[in-house]
């Protein structure tokens, strides 16, 4: 998908992480009632609160596996063949899935625009997240059309990380955020207590 200016988001994930879990059942509700995430019921349906259905709609279409529009609202035909109850890997549990979801956000500006700005813009191989999410807002106001809020950008930075990175036993965190994103498993960024510093470097990954 080709990067376009004025076709971009930020902080639509409403903070939360991509969890386990919110893809499968966002995408089952979702293609059994199109209209779930606008509806009273959603809440008791998908089992959070109202802001985490907003966030499950953003992964899912950040993951390309529904289309929303003003005149659309589906499934894709690769989120029927993974996702759906009968689908290729409906519980995510073959880690190929996750290699692919990992590169359909990362090659979608317009949904996912800080991740397709890491992944394919920011080639630095050890870094701070003080410097992800100075160089995200650099790059958000230097070719970015829209305004975005300084504040915005530096949430899409943070949750970003947070994403990738396993969580550390030392870490203070809610039961809530106790299991990690699945995307935390590919290992594409690290995190290192000695330096404080992260780590996304170009490594040779053998065929599974």
Do not use: C
Request: proline share 3%; glycine share 4%; aromatic share 12%.
């Amino acid at each position: 998908m080709r990067f376009k200016p004025e076709k971009t988001a930020f902080g639509r994930h409403e903070s939360f992480a991509l969890r386990y879990g919110w893809l499968t059942k966002g995408f089952q509700a979702f293609e059994k009632n199109s209209d779930i995430f606008s509806s009273p019921d959603s809440i008791v349906t998908l089992g959070v609160g109202k802001n985490m259905v907003n966030s499950i709609r953003h992964w899912l279409r950040a993951a390309r596996l529904i289309e929303i529009s003003s005149d659309k609202k589906e499934v894709t035909l690769l989120g029927r063949k993974i996702f759906s109850q009968d689908g290729w890997d409906p519980y995510l549990e073959d880690e190929a899935t996750i290699w692919l979801i990992h590169w359909l956000m990362a090659t979608n500006p317009q949904h996912a625009t800080a991740w397709y700005w890491f992944f394919n813009r920011f080639h630095k191989p050890e870094f701070t997240s003080k410097e992800v999410a100075s160089a995200l807002i650099g790059f958000a106001t230097e070719q970015i059309t829209s305004k975005t809020s300084i504040t915005t950008i530096k949430h899409d930075a943070a949750v970003l990380l947070r994403m990738y990175v396993q969580k550390r036993n030392n870490q203070k965190i809610t039961l809530e955020e106790a299991l990690d994103s699945p995307l935390s498993l590919l290992n594409l960024i690290t995190y290192s207590s000695s330096t404080r510093a992260y780590q996304s470097k170009l490594t040779r990954r053998d065929g599974r």
